[in-house]
């Protein structure tokens, strides 16, 4: 067992690269434009210069500031942020914006900013134009329509002089292979699972797969996962820190049932579970009080108490007996004859009628008094009377034990139906719970009976369907809280640690209340990969779908395929995975049958490696299969160059207008 | 109005300024097939998705992930042992929607 603390890095921004015309005169420019993202740099430097998450935050207007026109005026707009200026990503994550639409750029005006971004911070400053060729990515059988906006951005905004379009899978493999060769790519993206046949150096394009399942869904998949497990920490469980473990411990499971069942155990639980530490704020916890305090406490409260109702009494006490003396006043003035007048009002002060009346009241209030008098003396003397406690016994020839297990038993059973009450009460006021649900379907079977048919009524249970459906009957009843109360009395007469005990366990600490257990999710997330099924995607996984696509072929491609697998993409970094390959194709090929699984050096960085490689060692065939300027302005801006690191160009059909009607 | 980079176009200065919506993947793949027609021979976005699964979907525990042998009545929540299952009963109806929607489970009411 061990607790982590999260790091949470933050990005640094990056900075402006200084522009060196001379030396990099001619060079091409290199950008890998992923869906997680983006890496790009001249070809002659020996690493990206720039890498940054492909995002961009436009930030919002404040929509309760009412500003006057001159004040908008005044004031900038707050700046658009981009890549790795986004320093503190959660505070804006409902603000980021993506190009992409799953593995494809669909937005080009934020592709613009992004392409402002990278053009800004590698320094360019030639006027008027980006004067080098570029070679960078697009998705797997991008549509043309795509290709021809990026065209369109690329040529006609930056006036760039030539553009190369590949595949990112194929130049990794480029990077590790020979591009001449024959290989099954597996390509594990952001959005994206790819399963790429390559055959004597061409991809066979119909035969490609893409599984749309990547490593954004396996971050939403456990992100949403912990949150559920913690509701109490959904704010403080960011898509950042999830994406911190998830590149730290997450792994794919050799077999994965098997390390269920393992988890299963409570030992191997113990040992292998990963406690998260949250950031938390000590809060100043209250002294604790000893025993003894509480007790002086408690005296202090009922003595001041007792002051208080001592006060109160007197005050009654002088009320009553002033009122007293002034009934006794009338009562003297009704003997008078004289002061009949005065009797009568009198008596109107009270609200009285008759001397009857008023002789009752006086007996009244005499009675209060003396019962005033009688509690002060009490009080004084601290001679309370005390009600004598009846603490049940337990029923003859029943051990106590077993009697105290019995009551505490019937309270749980009551508490149980407590919740269950409680439960239906809550799924009753949604809409959209089972409980509602079938609430409303008996209404509308008891409003939808037949005229004439209706026998509703003739037997006594027919009216419990009211009780059914009605909110009320699950307030708690009365006579179950009685009888609560009861058995708490005498459990707690019999056992005083019983709350104690409870109360023990569900004291935590404050920093293991913030500590998140991570247990079979470190293993939930990438199998995602395998079983699509388990986010309710009905695709087939990784397995069965390179399953699928080697049985397109003949038996001898087959094993030409499977002899040299090679995987790449961000999710290939994931611990176990060539392991876990490795095991899946044993079940897949035929029994004693040979393969191999190749892993690529730098999984995420080796597509930018290979454009270099690309732009630097075969720099004619670069310079052939780029798409000039001239030509997209002949051929339009779908026109792609086919070479053995693109995509397959497919013309699009000239709309096909309807003249036969005419 | 930001400042434009030295390195665009003077042509192309103004029309970053329209808004334009862009169509989303979805609409694209839609107008592609549409273009090409079913006959096509071409390989397009939609046409290399990968085949639905023929395997029957395996049933893990909504809360811990484990193997679930069990589903509540109730609320239909896969879950593993008795003790889960405490759990499941007291579970407040929200977080059992969110499980359930994560699993792609929930019926469109």
Redesign the interface.
Known sequence: MEVLVLKDLKTVPDIVHEYNPKELKGQYLIIDNGSFQCRAGFANKKQPQLIFKNLVCKPRKDRNKKETKEEIQQQA?P??LIGNDIVNIEALRFQLRTQF??N?V????LQ?QIF?YI??HLG???????NHPIIMTE????????RSLMSELLF????VPTVFYGIDSLFSFNFNDDIKGTALIVSLGYYTTH?IPFIDGQQV??K?????VGGFHMLT?IH??M???Y?MHVNNITLSRIEELFHEHCFIANDY?DS??K??CHDYYDTHIKKIQLPYTQASAPTQLTAEQKIEKKKEMSRRLAEINARKREERLIEEEDQLARLEEILESYDDEEDSEEFEMGLKEFNLNSYEELEKTIAATRTRIDKIKAKMQAAETGVIEEKPVVIPQPPDGVNVEVWLNQLREKKNTILEKK??RK?RR??LA?R???AA?ERMRIISRLAGKEKGTDDFGSRDEDWNIYKKISREQDSDSEVENEKLLELDEILRHYDPMMNAEEDEKMKMTPAEYHQLHF???SI?GAELLF???????????LS??ID?VLKLFSAENQQRLVDNIFITGGIAKLPGLKERLMKELMEIRPFQSTFSVKLANDPSLDCWNGMKKFATTTENIANKCSISQQEYLEFGGEYLKENCLSN?Y?K??I?RQDNSMM | MQEMPIFKSKTMQESGVKKRLWKSLKQIQTSERNLYGLNSEAVLYSSINAPPSFKPPKKYSDMSGLIASYCCPQSKIFYHNSEEYKIVKKMPSDIVKGYLTLRGATSLV
């Not at chain 1, 669909?106 to 005006?109: G, K, L």
């Not at chain 1, 006609?156 to 006036?159: F, P, S």
């Not at chain 1, 079983?531 to 995607?537: A, E, L, T, V």
């Open positions: 707009p700046a658009t639409d799953k494809v669909t937005h080009y005006f613009e402002d053009f800004t360019i400053n030639t006027e008027g134009k980006v998705a797997l059988v991008n549509p043309n329509y795509c006609e905004c930056y006036q399963v394009t119909d490609i797969r893409r599984i749309n998949y949403r996962l949150q559920l497990k509701p049932i269920l069942k988890w299963a919740q269950v439960q809550i799924d949604k959209r719970t089972a649900q247990a079979v999710e939930r079983q699509p099924s388990m986010m309710g995607i009905c695709e087939a996984g069965e779908t699928y397959r497919f699009s059909p709309e």
